[in-house]
């Protein structure tokens, strides 16, 4: 509680003697800045502090939570009907290339025929 008021009046002296009104506003901007950030520091910590949980009665004073909660399974798929087991690809895929064999043949281009040239 007297640690911001003993900081305040510590840094009195850094400004030299208080013996005109301007050192004195000085002193007592610097005075006021170091309250308003220590409340802006202190008054949300004991404001918004939460308190522990309650004890529970089985709790035996060894600490830790107990066995871990038991798995819940998924909730059942709305309609439709199961997907078949996947099936083995016939060839392995090492990265995200195309393969060569799985591409199509290329069928020939049609050239078209020249227009005939009128004289």
Do not use: Y
Not at 1 to 6: E, H, S
Not at 30 to 40: D, E, F, G, N, R
Not at 70 to 75: D, E, F, G, I, S
């Amino acid at each position: 509680m007297f640690g911001p008021l003993t900081v305040a009046i510590a840094t009195i002296p850094v400004f030299g003697p208080v013996s005109d009104s301007d050192g004195v506003a000085k002193g007592l901007l610097t005075i006021s800045m170091l309250w308003v950030t220590c409340a802006l520091l202190l008054v949300p910590a004991l404001l918004f502090n939460e308190p522990p949980p309650p004890e529970s009665p089985d709790t035996d004073g060894r600490g830790g939570s107990g066995p871990p909660p038991k798995p819940t399974t998924p909730p059942p798929s709305e309609g439709g009907s199961p997907l078949p087991d996947a099936d083995q690809s016939r060839e392995r895929i090492r990265d995200h290339r195309r393969s060569r064999r799985r591409l199509p043949a290329r069928r020939p281009s049609v050239e078209p025929e020249p227009a005939p040239v009128r004289d």
